[in-house]
């Protein structure tokens, strides 16, 4: 009997429990995380220091990576711009604007599970003048949230802007037309539908619900209705394609529809950059140009490999504290995501050792293709060659090839921002979901910056 | 007092140790399969929460998913094997290879089921055959040797 104490490990299942906790309340222990490996990184600091200088990236490598991604932002500002131009009365300007943030959890789930409210890289207070509506090529994406409303009820004019994706289940319906084979179209009413459904958007309140059940096939392109002047979305935004669910007939006989829903073009996980537009009714005719975002702050840093770095992972030493996600960049270089530790120290994981989902751009390398905003994830490496599996667009595109080009990060995050080179890349011979990514293989300590976001989280 | 902080000043450095072996050419080394078989067959019970602890530490810092998954990775296969202490610790270098392949096919399936469930996957989820097949070979012989070195030898469980 008194072997039995022993012979059942208390203290390890407590600490297994504790585990669990830990996930359930991460920034309880925050803290206590960072300062454990912050001590633990220590020592390999300690030994790092015999391992050489710092190197820093040659010059003429800089400079054409700034190039690029300067033609990445033209390139993607052109596209995103005018599919929405031509439909919008004369008074609005566009303003092209990058994501800070996009947000899936707990209220921001929004229909089809997908995540469905952004934070902008600008402040409320900048979006006043705007309209309330979000354009990205000829789509509707979303709605402004004014501060002291809603989600935002909380915020202050200086926080980042918000933005309810359609699929959100605090954003307003829209009014929609949907063209049928015949010449006749079919008005109807687009919401967010349930979290659960198989698509992002429902389509209801049909004016001719008789024709709309028979309705046999999906892929009608949904666009926005113009009720009348004061509508508050203009009409002929895409909403996106429709998907029928219903029960299937036999061979020769109609399908029975039970329900509509429209699938949105855009992938919200790969949105980097949307377009607003501001009023110029409402902001005034003498209103000032929109004010640029604030840049990051740049923490300069040293990156050291850590043995068996060739696998992905570096210590980063920071003058000061670095904070969780944030992007080491060396002269326009992506090297990694951080994860912050006690003692102005980082864990840097690079972005061919990560397996999370990132957000990424495209930039062709053939002028004439459009760049493309995507979200994947590396699922195998060697050394600095990285294996993406891309995801498809929720609509459209399924039989589409990857043009070979350069990649960029998305919006991944406050602290990872859109435009920083990631390496050259090139569409897998066999597989059409898979990019093959060169990275630079980079050895030895350099010297680097830490990408810092400015203004409240 | 020492005992524990050689443990957590060496213990995890093993894990970066592993890294310059592999760099080496060498065999691939699963130090996280060694640490689960010391833990499981040979530590001291009442020390388990801080070695496992320590060890967590030294797989942060090669993988990329938080400190608590690595001590779920490593402390459920720990809990599983610890009742069959007596039966794989005495039956000799067969039962440790066995239970070595079995922990290098667990390691990175709970790494990847954690990694599911919480959203933090990591690279460290891939099974790969032949690091099991070293697993086997290469752990039992090198577990004996480093029971008698400390920080290990510290905390070998006394009959």
């Known amino acids: 009997m008194r072997q039995r104490p022993a012979a059942f490990p208390v203290g390890l299942y407590g600490t297994l429990l504790l585990a669990l906790c830990w996930l359930t309340l991460p920034t309880a222990f925050a803290p206590l995380e960072r300062f454990a490996l912050g001590a633990t990184c220590l020592v390999p600091r300690l030994l790092g220091e015999w391992a050489g200088r710092p190197a820093a990236a040659a010059e003429p490598e800089a400079w054409r990576l700034a190039q690029l991604g300067a033609e990445l932002a033209a390139r993607l500002q052109r596209q995103d711009v005018e599919g929405a131009r031509a439909l919008l009365p004369g008074q609005f300007e566009p303003w092209f604007c990058a994501v800070r943030e996009v947000a899936g959890d707990g209220p921001h789930r929004g229909g089809g599970g997908h995540p469905a409210a952004l934070r902008l890289a600008v402040d409320h207070a900048a979006v006043a003048g705007c309209a309330p509506f979000v354009t990205k090529g000829d789509a509707l994406v979303g709605f402004l949230v004014p501060p002291g409303t809603g989600a935002a009820a909380d915020d202050a004019p200086t926080d980042p802007a918000r933005v309810h994706l359609l699929h959100h289940r605090a954003a307003a319906p829209v009014a929609a037309t949907l063209p049928l084979d015949g010449g006749d179209q079919l008005r109807l009413v687009v919401r967010a539908a349930a979290t659960v459904d198989p698509a992002p958007l429902r389509a209801d309140l049909w004016d001719d619900p008789y024709l709309a059940a028979r309705l046999e096939r999906g892929g009608h392109v949904v666009r926005t209705l113009a009720l009348d002047d004061e509508s508050p979305v203009p009409g002929g935004l895409r909403l996106g394609r429709t998907r029928i669910w219903g029960y299937g007939g036999a061979p020769g006989e109609a399908t029975l529809a039970i329900g509509v829903f429209v699938v949105p073009p855009i992938e919200p996980r790969a949105l980097s950059y949307v377009v607003l537009w501001r009023d110029r009714r409402r902001a005034g005719a003498a209103a000032e140009d929109p004010p640029p975002p604030v840049p990051a702050r740049r923490l300069a840093a040293v990156v050291r490999d850590l043995p068996g770095a060739v696998h992905g992972r570096h210590l980063l030493v920071a003058g000061a504290a670095v904070p969780d996600g944030a992007a080491v960049v060396q002269d326009g270089i992506f090297l990694g995501t951080a994860r912050g530790l006690a003692f102005g120290m980082g864990l840097v994981t690079s972005f061919a050792a990560s397996r999370h989902r990132w957000s990424l751009l495209l930039l062709p390398d053939d002028d004439a293709v459009r760049p493309r905003e995507l979200d994947g994830e590396v699922v195998s490496a060697e050394g600095a060659e990285a294996c993406v599996r891309w995801h498809r667009r929720a609509s459209g595109g399924e039989d589409e090839r990857l043009p070979p080009g350069q990649l960029f990060t998305g919006s991944n995050g406050p602290h990872c921002p859109a435009g920083l080179w990631i390496g050259s890349v090139e569409p897998h011979p066999q597989d059409r979901s898979l990019l093959l990514v060169r990275t630079l293989a980079l050895a030895g300590p350099r010297a680097a910056e830490v990408l810092v976001a400015g203004g409240t989280p | ?159």
């Open chain 2, 1 to 159: 007092m020492t005992r524990w902080l050689l443990w957590f000043v060496l213990a995890p450095q093993t894990f970066l140790l592993a890294g310059w072996w592999r760099d080496a050419g060498l065999p691939p080394l699963d130090v996280a399969v060694l640490v689960c078989l010391f833990l499981a067959f040979f530590a001291d019970r009442s020390a388990l929460p801080g070695l496992l602890f320590g060890a967590a530490l030294g797989r942060a810092l090669v993988d990329e998913a938080s400190l608590p998954v690595q001590v779920l990775v490593l402390g459920v296969p720990v809990a599983v094997l610890l009742p069959l202490r007596r039966l794989f610790s005495a039956q000799g270098w067969l039962w440790q290879a066995i239970a070595a392949a079995a922990c290098a096919v667990a390691v990175p399936r709970l790494a990847g089921w954690c990694g599911r469930l919480f959203d933090q996957p990591s690279a460290s989820a891939e099974l790969d055959g032949l690091a099991v097949m070293w697993a086997a070979l290469l752990l039992p012989p090198m577990l004996a040797v480093l029971r008698r070195l400390p920080p290990f030898l510290a905390f070998e469980e006394t009959a």
